[in-house]
């Protein structure tokens, strides 16, 4: 496995995260304790050092498993997780990207995972109660004390990782290295904003969700109404029929280059952007070991193209309004014009 610099900082992470939600079973379907330990094992024996949990993955049990396990080389792991979901329905203060939601969720974690550090710290949610100078305050205040490192934020607006990135670089707080979203095959909305936003601001994109909801990896293929799966009877429709024909492109994609295709689907995910980092996560090591040879299949430009067709969206106003205009404001030698920053619209 290869590393990639997260986002503007120095910090060295493999190019494929850990993710570990099925990490305890405490939900009724996530993975024992030994299952957990083998995928782990089979991460960290590609060269993965980069792994993701929660406060609140599996009851705590996740980030339990994870201390357990990176601590017998804890400097070796790049170790991140995450506060805001509540963890009391009913304290109104015990959720939220607030100083005090911060501050008990962060020592809580540490007590779990049996460090004295966190290297990577997210803001879970966007909470629109707390104020962006509160939060990117409160983080900085944590990284000054040495309990977290790097800071970064998950499933949030483009202009809110933006306004605080811009509120703490101009205030000398540490900005958001990285963020979090859902990306895949079948969920590209990332495209209009989060996706060329880390690329201008050299913000890290780790990606969850890439095989979509398992759909991706073809186990529905042949009977897309079963049980067990998030595509079911009820509702069945143009959407989902459209998703169908997305993974039926992907599992003719891997035939043809000889991949599996969770393979192919992770593979187009990390080929779209230098700053993308997919999380991988499976409820059984062979899942695992089969998701990290990723890493080994590069798709061409005509399997690339087959999978942006399919799975195609519409970027909408001003994106695609902007882009069919641009002789109106570069005049006739747009296409003349070379852009060494590479920026995206």
């Known amino acids: 496995m290869r590393y990639k610099l997260l986002g503007r900082s120095g910090l060295r992470v493999s190019e494929l995260a850990l993710g570990t939600m099925t990490f305890g079973p405490d939900w009724g379907w996530g993975a024992d304790k030994d299952e957990s330990k083998a995928m782990f094992d089979a991460f960290a024996g590609a060269g993965g050092n980069f ?12 980030e339990s498993f994870v201390g357990e396990f990176v601590a017998g080389d804890r400097g070796h792991f ?9 963890r009391d329905g009913n304290d109104p203060n015990a959720s939220g990207n607030h100083r005090k939601s911060l501050v008990e969720s962060l020592d809580a974690s540490l007590r779990r995972l049996g460090t004295d550090y966190i290297d990577l710290y997210w803001a879970h949610i966007w909470d629109p109660f707390t104020p962006i100078e509160e939060m990117m305050r409160a983080l900085d ?3 000054r004390a040495g309990k977290i490192l790097y800071v970064g934020i998950s499933d949030a607006p483009a202009w809110v990782i933006s306004r605080a990135n811009t509120v703490a670089e101009l205030r000398g707080w540490t900005p958001f290295s990285a963020l979090q979203s859902q990306y895949s095959l079948i969920e590209r909305n990332a495209e209009r ?25 073809g186990k529905y293929n042949d009977d897309p109404t079963g049980d067990g799966g998030r595509i079911h009877s009820a509702g069945w429709g143009s959407l989902e029929e459209h998703k169908m024909a997305i993974a039926r492109e992907v599992a003719a994609v891997a035939e043809d280059v000889g991949a599996s295709a969770s393979q192919v689907a992770l593979s187009w995910v990390r080929q779209q952007s230098p700053t993308v980092i997919p999380l ?10 089969d998701n990290i040879g990723c890493v080994d299949v590069v798709l061409g430009a005509e399997e690339m193209a087959r999978l ?23 005049g006739k030698i747009t296409d003349q014009v070379d852009d060494h ?5």
């Not at 790049?78 to 509540?86: G, I, M, W």
């Not at 996560?281 to 062979?286: E, M, P, S, T, W």
């Not at 920053?341 to 619209?345: A, E, F, L, N, W």
Request: negative net charge; aromatic residues 10%; proline residues 2%.
């Open 51 to 62: 792994i993701d949990t929660a406060n609140r993955y599996t009851n705590g049990t996740a």
């Open 308 to 330: 942006d067709t399919v799975s195609a969206i519409e970027r909408g106003f001003p994106y695609d309004f902007i882009t069919g205009g641009r002789e109106s404001f570069m």
């Open 193 to 217: 904003e989060l996706l060329p936003m880390s690329v201008n601001l050299d913000i890290a994109f780790t990606a969850w969700g890439a095989l979509g909801a398992g759909l991706l990896t």
């Open 341 to 345: 920053r590479h920026t995206t619209v």
């Open 280 to 289: 991988i996560g499976a409820r059984k090591a062979a899942q695992l070991v």
């Open 141 to 143: 205040d944590q990284v």
């Open 78 to 86: 790049v170790v991140s997780s995450k506060y805001t979901l509540s």
